[in-house]
């Protein structure tokens, strides 16, 4: 894994200043500009190397096939007027220097809590469409499928918790908890995909179960946020 770029600065000064510097600690044993140095590649440049590079994040709703499976950034919070549907009805998201190929990322911000509530009913279609994918096989149109529907979870779960959050018991919970179930299979899609979930029936059958989950978790909330 390559280290991310952003760092190799931070790395490189250190090891410049322990260079130029009259280095000499007043403790029991002295330490070397040698030994300092190997202390610093042996023990912080593993850990620089664990850290996911920036080609390996993904804003929320880029639906790229590399994006299946990665970090993805949280989508900006909406101020709460922009929320109550008197601000932007979309929100826009850009790479920026980290990654300046990739196109920015733009996503609709429901206005009302009927669209938030159609938003959410849209993706028990898209469930549907995701399991017959996985149980085709076809992992990555699935996982594609899941990246289109994260933010759309996202935005109409966060515009029903704050519109409601007062006469409806725990549902920001409930949101919290459908987004992280649609991750879960974001997750395992990915690790599907990289051979790393066990044998294609193994997966589908584990696949179809997180799937099953997300479903229960979203029936659930549509139910609370219309009843």
Request: proline share 5%; charged share 20%; aromatic share 4%.
């Given at each position: ?90 929100i826009e998201q850009s790479y920026g220097v980290f990654r300046p190929e990739r196109p920015s990322v733009i996503l609709l911000n429901p206005q009302s809590l009927d669209e938030a509530v159609g938003m959410l009913q849209d993706q028990r279609i898209a469930m549907d469409e995701i399991d017959k994918l996985i149980s085709s096989g076809d992992m990555e149109g699935a996982g ?84």
């Open positions: 894994m390559k280290m991310p770029t952003s760092l190799l600065p931070l790395l490189l000064f250190a090891i410049m200043a322990l260079e130029s510097a009259p280095f000499s600690l007043d403790c029991q044993d002295k330490i070397t500009r040698r030994q300092a140095l190997s202390f610093i590649l042996g023990t912080v440049t593993p850990s620089l190397l664990l850290i996911d590079n920036a080609d390996a994040t993904c804003l929320t709703g880029d639906e790229a096939p590399d994006c299946i499976g990665v970090y993805k950034e949280s989508i900006p919070q909406s101020s709460k007027e922009d929320i109550a549907g008197y601000g932007s009805s979309t594609v499928a899941v990246l289109r529907i994260l933010p759309r979870l996202t935005l109409a779960g966060r515009y029903i918790a704050v519109a409601m959050q007062r006469v409806v018991p725990r549902i920001q919970q409930m949101s919290d908890e459908l987004n992280d179930l649609a991750l879960t299979v974001d997750n395992h899609i990915g690790k599907a995909l990289r051979g790393n979930l066990g044998s294609t029936t193994v997966a589908q059958l584990a696949l179809l179960s997180d799937v099953k989950a997300v479903r229960v978790s979203l029936n659930r909330f549509i139910e609370r946020a219309t009843s």
